[in-house]
Nanobody, 124 residues
Framework: QVHLVESGGGSVQAGGSLSLSCAAS???????LGWFRQFPGKEREEVAL??????????KYADSVKGRFTIARDNSKKTLTLQMNSLKVEDTALYYC????????????????WGQGTQVTVSS
């Protein structure tokens, strides 16, 4: 029912910017939405979250991206974006969009839906 499609990934030089988008179908504003990233051989790690509308809609950033990345959602368009500025080589990863029926993004695996992942590569 829930389907997520990321776009906007690519290759950029350090210091540059990229904007990722996630088109989400089958969700509503009660869902928690977020961006995760995965380095080779590692588990996915949280980048940024927006809690559901009935869970205060709070925003949370990983320390590693705070001040550089901005997460936003459009509940009418059912889209999620991640504006990434001042990119660093260590930001290179597969980026995934998450939709969680739990308003705080703390649901069980069966409550969560993931996009296919989009590659972001930052070179020096």
């Amino acid at each position: 029912q829930v389907h997520l499609v990321e776009s906007g990934g690519g290759s950029v030089q350090a210091g540059g910017s990229l904007s990722l988008s996630c088109a989400a179908s089958g969700i509503d504003r009660s869902y928690c939405l977020g961006w995760f990233r995965q380095f080779p051989g590692k588990e996915r790690e949280e980048v940024a979250l927006i809690h559901g509308a009935y869970s205060d809609g709070g925003i949370k950033y990983a320390d590693s991206v705070k001040g550089r990345f901005t997460i936003a959602r459009d509940n009418s368009k059912k889209t999620l974006t991640l504006q990434m500025n001042s990119l660093k080589v260590e930001d290179t990863a597969l980026y995934y969009c998450l939709a969680d029926r739990h308003g705080l993004c703390e649901g069980k695996p069966w409550d969560q839906s993931w996009g296919q992942g989009t590659q972001v590569t930052v070179s020096s």
